[in-house]
């Protein structure tokens, strides 16, 4: 047997720089507080670390528009400070992933301020530049698609009477991959000058974007509107593979690790494409089947835990299913810096059920196939900010952008601003970027200063400080179920899943399998006590470890998870 990749039994720890720790009263994190509390990280049982863009940017998506990636965002520090960073990282034996962000760069990267600059700029064609159309006399984008961050892909540039193309925010326009020299300029500044510094790997920003196709018209899914979803168009195009190929020959060089950001793509045989070890183009992708449940046709069209246990258990089903029986990784995880906090999200984060929430989505996930993300503050249970807080504490476009629309198309109706302002409470990328809640004093503990995003304010109930010398806190939980993950790594990182009962609404078990072994995992999603006697499950079953304190037998409580090995 060929010996295992070593970020196959990787426990990741996603860091976002603003929110992590300021070090210099700012109030604004920075790479040196990242530094003063690595200690705290590895102590979680983690060893790979994940910074997300600190790199040089205006900020207008948080860092994920660079204008130098062969720099630092001069508030988080400088490339020395990095170079610290890696060195700390593996003095504890752990490695160190970044984001790379190439599908687009900042609008302020001097590759796109030469490539505005005229249409014979041998830059030129570095972007995505086309002609208007026009439509009865009438100047039209090249086609309907809609931006990730609403309105239309295509931002009309009066200079040189073209438009160029940004998925997401007209500041973020597109880089052309199909131009060879700018495929090898980003490898050379964005890749490499990254990896000879001693990173270990990247999770890679939007990797099914790159290549584009035709880029005709969207179908019309929303009539109200002149731009339509073309999620399905500008993902997985024709020359993906091609690129990927490509750039795995230099992340090879460096047995560098990659995580790729696969949205819009439901079909297994396609992410299998990108994460099968014989087509060498990703170690693993992030599939969106589990955190897109419960969101509209637009993410924030619909209504709070507006879904079912049984979607998802089936959205966890397809990642899991996606090693069963072929060459391929996969990922567990559910938060990051675009979800909202998975307890309010997916349990409860009322006062009474907020710990016992934390616990069972730890016990969940830590027996879950695949290479493990945990996002900053998931592992101290921290919650959505509250419904009272004001619009002007929401920072993110996506989240400003969407509240504009509806504010635009209903012309400010009260009704409609107020369902807004609810599914923002719910699903917003905002509430995983609060400071981490560090300590209960001022600021959370994360600042001397005012920080850049209101931190919470029940940090009497929930901060690392306190969680450290708790052993009943949500902090505590989670350290044991990542030294259980280690101690049965073959069953509960590589073993086979198996959902017992889809339809279940109430409560989850599945099986994990590695040859004679099993076990089940057992989780309430309720507030209330419920009955399991697993029947379905044969065999004699030992109690391996339970979210509640003490002898377990009968009623699970609300919201209690338990794991038993079956003998
Ligand atoms: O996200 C890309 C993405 O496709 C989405 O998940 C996106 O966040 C969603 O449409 C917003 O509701 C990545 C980054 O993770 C995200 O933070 C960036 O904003 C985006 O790329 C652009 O770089
Ligand atoms: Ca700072």
Redesign the pocket.
Known sequence: VAARKWWKDGIVYQIYPASFKDSNGDGIGDLNGIISELDYIRSIGVNIVWICPMYDSPQV??G??ISDYENVYPPYGTVQDMERLIAECHARDMKIILDL?V??TSDQHKWFQESRSSKTNPKRDWYIWRPARYVDGVRKPPNNWLG??MGSVWQWDEHTQEYYLHL?CPE?PDLNWENEETRKAIYKGAMEFWLDRGVDGFRV??VNMYSKGDMVDAPITDPESEWQFAGLQYCNGPRMHEFLSEMNQILDRYDAMTVG?C?HTPELSRVLKYVSAKEKQLNMVFQ?DVVDVGQGPY?FQTTPKNWTLPQFKSAIQNTQDLIRGNDGWTTVFLE???QARSITRFASDAPEHRIASGKMLSLMLSALSGTMFIYQGQELGMVNFPVEWDMSEYKDV?STNYYKMVADRTNNSPTALAAARTSLQHLA?DHARVPISWSDTPNAGFSTAKPWMRALEDTAACNAKQQQSDKTSVLAFWKRMLALRKQYNDLFVHGEFDVVDLEDKDVFVYTKTWRERKAVVVCNFTAEAREWEGKEVGGKKELLVSTVEGPREGKLEAFEGRIYLLA
């Open positions: 998506d948080m994920y528009d962000v599908n687009h990730n961050f997401f973020q920003d939007t950001e949205p969106f993410k990051n810096h675009d996506d990328r």
